[in-house]
Structures are given as C-alpha cells and as structure tokens.
C-alpha cells in the first residue's frame, strides 16, 4: 500500500478509510483514491466491527463509508467515528436516492452524501471536498433539503424516513425487504424481543394498525425507494 507522503513530489497525502462490504466495488474504490497524487487509503475494512478496529490506529483523515453493512447501519459508523476522532471527514456512499438519507448523514456527523451510480471523478471530487470541511451533496439534494426546510407547511404528513429513527429506518427497510424479524434480529445483531419493539414503535409512529400493514408500507417503500 503506498505511503500517506509521495517522495518524489514531497505532496502530503490525506490518509482514507474506506468502508465497503463488497470487495470488487471495494478494491476499485481504494485503487481510485491511491492513483490521486493527494488522496491514499490507509485502511480498508468491510463491517462496522472492522473500522472500529482499525480506526484509532490509523488515525484517518477522511473516511468513505458505505451505508449499507451486513452488521448495521453506515450512519451508525458515521456517529461512532466521530465520537472517536473528532476531526474526520466523512463521506457517505450509498445506493439510496440522496431524499432518503442525505439529511440522516449530515446529523449523524458526516460532511457528505454520493450515490454508487456515480463516476468515480464526481466520488474523488466529493471526497476532497469533505476533506476541505466542505458539505458534499448534489445540487439536487441541496435544493430538496433547502425546499423541505423552508415550505413544508405545519399539515404535510411525514414520509416514513421523516417520522422514524435511524434505526426504525433500517429496520422497516429491512421488513419492506422480506426479511423476518429472526432474520433482521440476526442481521443487525440484536435481539428478537428488540425487533418486536422496534416493529411496535413503527406501527405507532405510521398509524398503523397491524404488522400485515406495517410489511405492505415497508415494502411499498422499499419499491419507492
């Protein structure tokens, strides 16, 4: 792995996590960040468990992580990094339209938002800017988040991702997936007897009468999304 500094340039590198569970969209994301002469990843892991080992070592400047992990949420990596190390700038990356978690990103700590369907120049591109202290989100998003903000009237019905928490989020969209309880409980590493009272705290804050509701929003939301 190269060193955080190019000899021959004398060019300081910022030192980058990179958090991705899949290898291939992993080991492509670490070669894109080290072929910049100011950018190289001192650390790779693919769970929450991972980084968290990894992190107080390497000391990252910048970290890039992906909100999907197979043992829990990216945003909940996002706020224990930045209990952690204050002073990192994280970039979130995501398959998920920039409506559903953009705002989620930015509260829990992170300095920005890209979806995976973008190119690897608009990633780099946001990558330094989070390095910056700069807010990295599409212009879209921006202007959504703005427009939420200043004309939502007091009426509006909340969306699912408005009413619940980080954690309910996941959690219904683990339920719009198919997914049973045993298996969600399973996935996030969390007892069934949580799950229940996750699944309880949902129906409440939806209105929703019944757990055959609860599973048709979730899953139409899913298919929205």
């Not at 890039?64 to 002073?87: A, F, M, N, R, T």
């Amino acid at each position: 792995m190269k060193t955080a500094t190019t000899a021959s340039a004398g060019i300081k590198r910022a030192r980058v996590l990179v958090v991705e569970d899949h290898p291939m969209l992993r080991k492509g994301l670490v070669q894109c960040i080290n072929d910049e002469p100011d950018l190289v990843v001192c650390g790779e892991a693919g769970t929450i468990a991972q980084a968290m080992k990894l992190a107080p070592s390497l000391k990252p400047e910048a970290a890039v992580v992906d909100i999907g992990l197979p043992d829990g949420h990216g945003l909940e990596l996002v706020k224990s990094l930045k209990s952690l190390l204050h002073q990192v700038k994280i970039l979130v990356l995501s398959m998920h339209e920039e409506s559903v978690y953009a705002a989620r990103a930015l509260q829990a700590g992170a300095h920005g938002y890209i979806m995976k369907k973008e190119t690897p120049e608009q990633v780099i591109a946001a990558l330094r800017q989070v390095i910056k202290g700069e807010i990295s989100l599409s212009g879209a998003a921006t202007g959504k988040l703005l427009t939420r903000a200043v004309s939502r009237s007091p009426e509006a019905p909340l969306t699912p991702e408005e009413r619940l928490s980080d954690r309910e989020l996941e959690v219904f969209e683990l339920i719009g997936q198919g997914k049973s309880a045993k298996a969600i409980a399973e996935q996030l590493r969390l007892s069934p007897k949580t799950i229940s009272a996750y699944r309880e705290n949902m129906k409440l804050k939806l209105g929703l009468r019944d757990s055959s509701s609860l599973a048709h929003q979730a899953f139409s939301w899913v298919q929205e999304h």
